[in-house]
């Protein structure tokens, strides 16, 4: 584990190298990456039915699924995208190509199937991804990243360089493990992080609460840092149905509990974050890039 005089040292000297990244783009969308430790736990079914949470607000959202091979979010919403993020990555197709349109206005872009599970990406790839991923952020308000179980080579600097990474556990003791080793991984990078929890299957909001004490009581016990609570969503069988139907929950049943808790997982993330002055800070893609650059 890294001590906390290390992260610091660390931390200091990773922010130095970023101030001298040039300023390549302006911003606009705010980038929000959904993780997990385990499978399983609602990544996809919450970042779709977020995304529409958004666009019901009357903003333009960006979905990327970045399950690159294995990606479920074309599924969940019932199509079948003939063009794909695979497309983008390995035949440099332009990145407007392949956004496909999902319901409520939503934009997309499928993480694609059935691609080797030893697909690796090289540098110039991922580079000429995230010139194309550049441009797209000027023409929205959110991009949301929808990210594969667990923290791989190639999604790291998508995690590290949003601007908001979203932590989504169960109340299962597994889940909450797993949840901090992915917590731990990302904090012994070094990087300034905004962390926030949603407990997703919680039986009531006691339970969701209980579980997220769980998670930051161990982080800020072993890692020294805070992770926020952004909210809960309820078990509710309606998740399951709207999978089998192939219709998101927040379209099949827009008053549902589970609706109305992605609604408020909405607000908290972002309207908060809205009535807050700019910081000065660097952009999506500048973090980006410099993360991509530095993989070996
Ligand atoms: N709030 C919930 N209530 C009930 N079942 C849920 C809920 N969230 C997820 N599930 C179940 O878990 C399955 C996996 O969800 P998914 O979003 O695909 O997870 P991940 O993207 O993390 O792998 C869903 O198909 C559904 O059956
Ligand atoms: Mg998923």
């Known amino acids: 584990m890294t001590r906390p005089d290390q992260a610091e040292t660390l931390r200091k000297k990773m922010e130095s190298r970023l101030r001298n990244v040039p300023v390549l783009y302006p911003r606009k969308a705010k980038t929000l990456a959904v993780i997990s430790g385990k499978g399983g736990v609602g990544k996809s079914n919450i ?3 977020l995304a529409l949470a958004l666009q019901e607000k009357g903003k333009k959202v960006l979905l990327i699924d970045l399950d690159i091979g294995m990606g479920n979010i074309d599924v969940l919403i019932g199509t079948s995208s003939s063009r794909t993020i695979i497309d983008v990555l ?3 197709k ?3 190509h392949s956004l496909s349109a999902g319901p409520m206005g939503l934009r997309y872009i499928s993480g694609g199937t059935g691609l080797d599970a030893m697909f690796e990406l090289d540098q110039e790839r991922w580079s000429f991804f995230m ?3 550049a441009g797209s952020l000027t023409e929205f308000d959110y991009v949301l990243f929808d990210m594969g179980a667990g923290l791989s080579k190639d999604a790291l600097p998508f995690i590290l360089a949003a601007d908001d990474i979203l932590i989504v556990t169960t109340p299962e003791p597994t889940a909450i493990m797993d949840a901090y080793s992915a917590v731990k991984h990302l904090v012994q990078t070094g990087n300034k992080l905004s962390m926030k929890v949603a407990v997703n299957r919680s039986r009531d909001q006691k339970d969701g609460l209980y579980t997220f004490s769980r998670l930051s009581h161990t982080v800020k016990t072993f890692l020294d840092e ?3 609570f952004a909210g809960t969503i309820p ?3 309606l998740v399951s149905k709207a999978v089998i139907e192939q219709m998101p929950f927040m379209i099949k049943s ?3 509990r589970v ?3 992605v609604r408020l997982l909405a607000d908290v993330l972002f309207q908060i974050e809205e009535n807050q002055p700019a910081e000065e800070k660097q952009t999506f893609i500048e973090k980006l890039s410099s993360f991509l650059m530095r993989r070996t």
Request: charged share 25%; no cysteine; glycine share 0%.
């Open 254 to 256: 827009p008053q549902s």
């Open 47 to 49: 970042t779709l039915n």
């Open 259 to 261: 609706s109305r808790s």
């Open 226 to 228: 805070a992770v926020q």
């Open 131 to 133: 010139n194309e991923l």
């Open 235 to 237: 078990d509710d069988p």
């Open 90 to 92: 390995t035949d440099r």
């Open 94 to 96: 332009p990145l407007t």
